[in-house]
């Protein structure tokens, strides 16, 4: 399966921000739930946000709502998350999935089983 591209990463202070993209050249992502997904060493990948087809629908982990926002940019083929107020917490490899399909319910949108295509992920470090 072709991986996904992330970029944006970086090292920051905490209360900066930051802003991811994911693309995907060869691969569309229309039609599709969007995710950013991120993980720690020895932990299991957590659901961070996603984003349905349209853009209208968004579904976010308690520990980033009100801090992250994710969007989509349909003619660019692109997924973008915004990470505003950064704490060290944040820190993690972030990872971006492409859904199996359209979705829009919480429970689809968390679970990491409903994407088959991810990315290699990039790095955001959080310094107090």
């Known amino acids: 399966q072709l991986p996904l591209e992330e970029s944006g990463g970086g090292s920051v202070q905490a209360g900066e921000s930051l802003r991811l993209s994911c693309s995907a050249p060869?691969?569309?992502?229309?039609?599709?739930?969007m995710a950013w997904f991120r993980q720690t060493p020895g932990k299991d990948r957590e659901f961070v946000a996603a984003?349905?087809?349209?853009?209208?629908?968004?579904h976010y982990s308690d520990s980033v709502k009100g801090r992250f926002a994710i969007s989509r940019d349909i003619g660019k083929n692109t997924v973008y998350l915004q990470m505003n107020n950064l704490k060290p917490e944040d820190t993690a490899s972030y990872h971006c999935?492409?859904?199996?399909?359209?979705?829009?319910?919480?429970?689809?949108?968390?679970?990491?089983?409903?994407?088959?295509?991810w990315g290699l992920g990039v790095l955001v470090t959080v310094s107090p």
């Open positions: 999935g492409r859904g199996l399909k359209m979705f829009t319910t919480p429970q689809n949108m968390g679970a990491q089983d409903e994407y088959g295509n």
């Open positions: 060869g691969l569309t992502f229309g039609g599709r739930t």
């Open positions: 984003v349905g087809w349209q853009g209208s629908i968004t």
